[in-house]
């Protein structure tokens, strides 16, 4: 079924779909926001980091913000579905200036 691109498509969306019944069950409130530049945003900064997928990690030369992308995507989320809720957002810290040992791994391997 997955190499018929058309059907596949379909599955996906339904999965999403089922997925968002879940969430809107489960949470006390759902915020869908848009997820345009999420992972190329800093959440720091707000500058825009531009990365191929294959870049797993944030670093922005504007503020020296380094973190995993997924995080930094996560926050960047988290901060848009805050301001739409109109509550105040949550900074990302200043140690996330420096690299961690993990990351440091993550950029060797
Ligand atoms: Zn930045």
Request: positive net charge; contains cysteine; glycine residues 6%.
């Amino acid at each position: 079924m997955n190499k018929n691109h058309y059907l596949a498509r379909h599955i996906m969306d339904s999965s999403w779909g089922t997925f968002k019944q879940m969430l809107e069950y489960k949470a006390n409130r759902l915020v869908e926001i848009e997820p345009y530049n999420t992972s190329v945003e800093c959440s720091r900064c707000g500058s825009l980091v531009p990365k191929t997928l294959a870049m797993r990690i944030h670093e922005c030369n504007r503020c020296g913000a380094v973190l995993d992308r997924d995080h930094n995507s996560g926050i960047n989320i988290e901060q848009r579905g805050m301001k739409l809720l109109g509550l105040p957002l949550r900074k990302l810290p200043i140690q996330h200036g420096k690299v961690t040992s993990v990351e440091t791994l993550c950029r060797v391997a």
